[in-house]
């Protein structure tokens, strides 16, 4: 046999554990829940690898679709970037230097490039030592020393330089491009700086357009980043933005913020080549036209509704296929109880016979030797003893009488009867029954009542048998009284091939250890007063039942009465069964 | 005056069958016992007819009721009373054994008295067969 693993075993033990014991509430309880469980964990574990294949498999199309529009938005602001340096690279390379320090000069370039490219908010010459020598735009700073500056530094370091956007000299929000230029005749270096309104910046995101439920920026690269373009949720330039940057400078970094609108949306951070920029694309979850809240939640109450609706169909499915299980145990239970109980009083009929008939002999014996002793005291003269002798001899007649009616019954339970068949109405037999007990009943105070079922149809039985039968169980019910009670006698029909007899007391009742080994040889409870029982009366009337084809249940309370129930066929095959019985009985 | 009755009694029992003729001849009949079925039918073949044979039901070799076959077919007069110690009664198989009944079944142990009084009914019936011309 193939070992089934622990919990194999453990899930159908409520199953195979009926083999071995009783059916017992809490083996079905275990059962049940192990059924429910299995079933429970067979439905959901589908149904949730389902909903989280679909979830991640929507969720990874939206970040997708993120990656995509931050790739997007950021290869535009690095172009536009890229355009504007090419462009003032241009310009610059059309003069030399000391034209562009020349003021009139610059002021003409100024002005041809705020005609194209509106957002430059001044341009000016820086020499090699960090002195703005000329200036043009709207402020006074001509002659700025900007050498300590970073747009300086950068752009002399590693030739175009990009600043953060700040408030500098200027007060308004802007970014410098600085680009570093080598003047031959001199031989040193100087810087070309424009200053570009951020709002430039503005106006070129806003042309990417991320959509109504996106918010796109830029920040600086700083532990404390401050805000390079306006934000919906953070606010104009320069305000902070609360988060950090990712590290990973490469590619698109996504994550999930809670921002000020407490509610959780996707981040998406990219790093700007060449600048000291990040763009922050922030999405509410917008995939398809249709709110990602939205189909979470409807995700969610599909899950749930499946889910309560399954358990409510296993939790009844179990209930039901439990209940199925239980009912037919039980009902194979006490059919093996019952065809145990009848195999187990043949073999005891068959033993006790055997004994009774070994007994028998030896008991003959002693019978003949008493009896011979006592008709030789009888017929011979007075000697000293007689008497004793005689009065000891007649104690062991007395013994072994009582011994020959053991035996006698005994064998009467298994013996071949000679069935004679004959028509038999149940209400007058029963009546006939009584009569032989009245006068007891009368004497103890006990009241009979006849429940005779009306028009009961006629049976086929023996009736010599079925007075013995009856004789018994209302005797039984008798002494179960004792003095001053109640036995009722109810007869009816059971179905149409069957009467029932139920003979009531309202006597002290037997308990539940009692009742099992009632109809057992020798199981007597009558062991003391003057009526001590044998122990045979219920064997030898199950034994009679059983061969007039019918069938005796008891059922009891203590202290409130025991009821035994005859069931009798009105027609049975009485012929088979003498047969039978004659077959088993000849040489014994 | 009347002859003894003669009643012979059959049993593997030594014992219970010496003790019961001793009993039996007390109470004036003149009884014989055997302890197997073929020294009876030996002593009833030797002319010795018994009135009554007492038979044991169960015996070594030759059961009582083939013993009971015997003696009817021998002298269908000689009335045979069976005694048995085991509760099965007669078991009448088969048409010839019904047509050799037993005059009574007694179980063993049995009381005298009833045994004296069924020995007298018996003898009555084979004084009444012989009356009527049957036997030998």
Not at chain 1, 1 to 30: A, L
Request: hydrophobic fraction near 40%.
């Amino acid at each position: 046999m193939i070992n089934k693993p622990g919990w194999i075993k453990r899930i159908f033990s409520g199953v195979e554990d009926y083999h071995r014991t009783m059916t017992s509430p809490e083996r079905y309880r275990r059962f049940r829940r192990t059924l429910t469980l299995v079933m429970i964990a067979t439905f959901l574990i589908p149904l949730i690898l389902t909903t989280m294949l679909s979830y991640y498999t929507y969720r990874s199309q939206m970040l997708n679709n993120l990656r995509w529009n931050a790739e997007s938005a950021t290869k535009t602001i690095e172009a536009f970037l890229s355009e504007l340096q090419t462009v003032l690279a241009y310009t610059v390379n059309e003069h030399t230097y000391k034209e562009l320090i020349d003021q009139d000069n610059l002021n003409k370039v100024y002005h041809r490039l705020k005609s194209h490219y509106p957002g430059v908010v001044d341009l000016g010459i820086i020499d090699h030592k960090g002195i703005q020598r000329a200036y043009a735009g709207p402020y006074e700073l001509l002659g700025k020393d900007y050498s300590d500056r970073e747009c300086f530094t950068g752009a002399t370091a590693s030739k175009i330089f990009i600043g953060i956007v700040e408030m500098g000299y200027r007060k308004v929000p802007h970014f410098a491009i600085a680009i570093s230029f080598f003047n031959q005749d001199a031989g040193q270096n100087w810087v070309f700086r424009s200053s570009i309104d951020a709002t430039t910046l503005d106006k070129y995101i806003d042309k990417i357009g991320a959509g109504p439920t996106s918010d796109i920026f830029l920040v600086s690269r700083k532990v404390k980043p401050l805000l390079q373009s306006t934000s919906q949720q953070y606010g104009p330039p320069l305000s902070p933005y609360p988060f950090e940057l990712p590290h990973n400078s490469l590619g698109v970094t996504i994550s999930e913020e809670r921002g000020v609108w407490d509610y959780v949306v996707l981040k998406a951070v990219s790093y700007i080549e060449g600048t000291p920029w990040a763009l922050v694309l922030l999405k509410h979850g917008y995939l398809y036209g249709k709110d990602w809240s939205f189909f979470k939640a409807r995700l969610f109450f599909i899950v749930m509704i499946s889910t309560v609706l399954a358990l409510l169909v296993i939790l009844q499915i179990t209930k039901l296929f439990v209940g199925r299980i239980r009912e037919a145990d039980e009902k194979r239970e006490s059919m093996m109880a019952e065809i145990e109980h009848t195999s187990k009083l043949a073999s005891i009929g068959r033993l006790a016979a055997g004994i009774a008939h070994e007994i028998n002999n030896p008991l003959a014996i002693i019978s003949a030797k008493t009896g011979l002793i006592m008709d030789l005291l009888e017929f011979s003269e007075d000697f000293k003893y007689k008497k004793k002798i005689g009065s000891e001899i007649n104690g062991t007649s007395n013994a072994v009488e009582r011994c020959k009616v053991i035996t006698h019954r005994l064998l009467g339970f298994a013996r071949r009867m000679d069935v004679s068949l004959e028509s038999i109405d149940i209400n007058s037999l029963m009546r006939e029954v009584l009569s032989f007990l009245d006068q007891e009943a009368l004497y103890r105070g006990i009241h009979v009542d006849l429940d005779l079922g009306d028009s009961l149809p006629i049976i086929e039985s023996d009736r010599g048998q079925l007075q013995q039968i009856f004789l018994n169980l209302v005797n039984n019910a008798i002494d179960a009284i004792g003095k001053d009670g109640k036995v009722i006698i109810k007869t009816r029909q059971r179905d149409q091939s069957s009467l029932q007899i139920d003979v009531m007391d309202n006597g002290k009742g037997i308990s539940q250890d009692i009742i099992s080994h009632i109809f057992e040889p020798f199981f007597t409870t009558k062991d003391s007063g003057e009526k001590k029982g044998t122990g045979l009366g219920l064997f030898i009337t199950y034994g009679i039942i059983k061969k007039l084809g019918g069938h005796i249940s008891v059922r009891s309370t203590v202290g409130v009465g025991t009821t035994f129930t005859v069931i009798l066929p009105i027609k049975t095959n009485l012929s088979r069964r003498v047969h039978d019985v004659e077959s088993k009985s000849t040489g014994s | 005056m009347m002859s003894k009755v003669k009643v012979l009694v059959v049993d593997d029992e030594i014992e219970f069958a010496t003790t019961l003729a001793e009993r039996l001849n007390i109470r004036g009949f003149e009884t014989t016992a055997c302890f197997c079925t073929e020294d009876a039918l030996a002593l009833i073949h030797a002319k010795n007819i018994p009135d009554v044979v007492l038979l044991d039901l169960k015996m070594p070799r030759m059961d009582g009721m083939e013993t009971l076959e015997e003696i009817k077919k021998y002298n269908p007069t000689i009335e045979v009373i069976m005694l048995t110690g085991h509760g099965g009664g007669i078991p009448l198989v088969g048409a010839d054994r019904k047509k050799f009944s037993p005059f009574d079944c007694i179980m063993k142990p049995a009381d005298i008295h009833e045994l004296t009084l069924k020995i007298n009914q018996a003898m009555a019936k084979r004084q009444a067969s012989l009356n009527k011309g049957e036997g030998t």
